[in-house]
């Protein structure tokens, strides 16, 4: 079936620093990809999303490719922020039997030190 | 925001008991879902609702049920509750029509529910 597979945090970095947060995925079709964004006591909010092969997403200064030939949706960001701590997670979303599925990976949790 | 309300917010029951969660929407979109967040798991499907009475299983079903006879509520029924479904429960919605499924999806602020 199709999966997700994220980079294990808690991931530490410096204001300003670069960031990447690696995705790579198995689907049987040609999925949608996803970065979603969570902040303590709430809920998940879209990041930025590709929906084919070599779409960038990008959304306040994140940045995802589709990557088909190695299977994969990195997240960077050039200079992140205290306000970027969060947990990010990568995700797909492929037709199924009944309609449509988004499925996550486990989550990567962001610590950004002023 | 999606207009997406979850209830109750918090909830402590004792183990054996049934239990549901509400998930209550005003945008009318058609898709509806339910998510369980664990550590080092992330966000898995427990059911999912494609319309008003069509639901479906996801990954992780067993011991839970759901219903859906209007289009704004979908509701998560644990049928006897246990120690493994303390978890934090996030309802989704998507606006998904016939030949796209690149809508993202809007979640509530989820339901923490500790079972003792």
């Known amino acids: 079936g199709d999966s997700v597979t994220q980079m294990e945090g808690p991931v530490t970095l410096s204001e300003e620093a670069f960031l990447t947060i690696n995705c790579t995925y198995t689907a049987t079709g040609y999925p949608s990809l996803f970065w979603y964004v969570q902040y303590p006591g709430e809920g998940l909010q879209l990041l930025l999303k590709?929906?084919?092969?070599?779409d960038k997403g990008s959304n306040k200064g994140f940045e995802a490719t589709y990557r088909k030939e190695t299977t994969s949706f990195h997240l960077e960001k050039g200079s992140v922020q205290v306000s970027d701590s969060a947990v990010y997670f990568c995700a797909l979303s492929d037709k199924d039997t009944g309609g449509f599925k988004t499925i996550f990976g486990a989550g990567t949790r962001l610590f950004v030190k002023a | 925001d999606a207009g997406i309300t979850q209830s109750p917010r918090h909830k402590v029951t004792e183990t054996g008991t049934p239990v549901t969660l509400r998930c209550h929407q005003t945008?009318?979109?058609?898709?509806m879902y339910w998510y369980r967040q664990d550590p080092g798991h992330g966000l898995r499907l427990i059911h999912y609702s494609y319309g008003v009475k069509d639901t479906d299983k996801g990954e992780v079903s067993d011991g839970y049920s759901v219903s859906r006879s209007k289009t704004e509520d979908f509701l998560l029924t644990l049928e006897s509750a246990t120690s493994s479904q303390t978890s934090v429960y996030f309802c989704a919605i998507a606006e998904r029509d016939g030949s796209s499924y690149n809508s993202p999806l809007h979640f509530g602020n989820g339901t923490r529910l500790t079972v003792t």
């Open positions: 945008e009318n979109h058609r898709y």
């Open positions: 590709a929906t084919k092969a070599d």
